[in-house]
């Protein structure tokens, strides 16, 4: 049977939660008084949507190929992925066979270097690339993991990011990562306030539950240092994640030498490409990557990382992003656990993550999700048809 070609490419943009998983009605804990780069300016401090963080909405791509099977991906991007999408990438992506994946990402990313590199527009190649993963597997009715390889486990392990640790371990997961609340401007007060209520949640869940924190790149090096002594020595926290900026490669390999042994530093949640992931290894700037394979680049560049970090023998342990993560961390040995994002307004149940986008997403029971789950061909989810599809620059 010849492989189909890719016959046309579309590009939709939706509000309210989903992929945009910061668009959230108020009184969710993702948007309660969270350390930012913005929390200088004490106008934007108690809320991430205060300055913006909302703004992009949901990108969906769609693939459709000549026999008539789609692909499709959700990601972040909204009105501005979709330009790009509809008005650059679609010349190097219709006509294409649906297993050019290597070549389609390398045309598109060359094709953009100009403006592109790193944010929005890796955010919009990932979306292109994850639709493509999923078209490919649907053609070829095998789910993603089993074109990466095949599970290397029977199940995934979870740990849950949120507010609520606590009833993580009730829930069954491995660990839970609190956001921290109080950046450098809020100063000494700010700082005995984000180690209290780290000992508040380590005295609820025991001395073997893991406890990590998320600074959302809002600290400095000498602050993250004091934070992540006093946190080690007095709460047993377990890794600090994406204290600063992403692009202070030497302030990552500052703070890595200066944690308390056994401390773990974290980062690369918004660092793209194996350029970018290239210098925090060779930097030594932290014990784990976590990229978004929504915003790193998509499954393809995601292979590429993960085999420069297991070369190095260092952990990969994706951003959230559900199923997208989920069939690459099953078939990696140096990928040994995966992260859930509490997607509920209080963080006291497991909903799925890109909920109400997608159906037939799976969750973690008791904080493990066999390898079964993701037996359905391409991602295994399907968009929900009750959401509202804007499809803003149609060709």
Known sequence: MSMPTIRHVRAFTVRGGGADYHDQAAGHWIDDH???????????????????????????????????TVGFSVTT?????????????????????????????????????????????????????LALWDLLAKVRKEPVHALLGGPVRDELSFYATGARPDLAKEMGF??????????????????????DMLADMRSKVGDDFWLMLDCWMSLDVEYATRLATAARNESGLKWIEEALPPDDYWGYAELRRNVPRGMLVTTGEHEATRWGFRLLL???????????????????????????ADAR???????????????????????????????????????PMFNPQLLDEPVPVNGRMKASALDAPG????????????????R
């Open 77 to 129: 991007g909204g009105e501005i992925g979709c330009w790009i999408v509809e008005k650059h990438l679609a010349r190097f992506l219709e006509g294409a066979k649906v297993t050019d994946i290597e070549k389609l990402w390398d045309q598109m990313y060359n094709a953009t270097l100009f403006y592109g590199r790193k944010g929005i527009v890796l955010n919009t190649i990932s979306g292109v690339d």
């Open 34 to 68: 969270i350390a930012t780069p913005m929390s200088k300016y004490p106008e934007y401090r108690e809320s991430r949507q205060s300055f913006g963080l909302n703004v992009l909405g949901t990108l969906v791509v769609e693939i459709e190929a000549s026999d008539g």
């Open 174 to 195: 491995i660990g839970g990562k609190m956001p921290l609340h109080h950046s450098p401007a809020e100063r000494e007060a700010g700082l005995r306030k984000n180690l």
């Open 379 to 394: 991602f295994g989810v399907r968009l929900n048809p009750d959401i509202g599809l804007h499809r803003p620059y149609p």
């Open 282 to 308: 060779e930097m030594e700037c932290c014990d784990i990557l976590q990229p978004d394979v929504g915003w790193c680049g998509g499954i393809t560049e995601l292979i590429k990382i993960s085999s420069m």
């Open 313 to 351: 023998g260092k952990l990969m342990v994706p951003h959230g992003s559900s199923v997208y993560s989920y069939h690459f961390v099953i078939t990696r040995h140096n990928s040994p656990f995966a992260e859930f994002l509490m997607m509920s307004p209080k963080a006291d149940e497991v909903v």
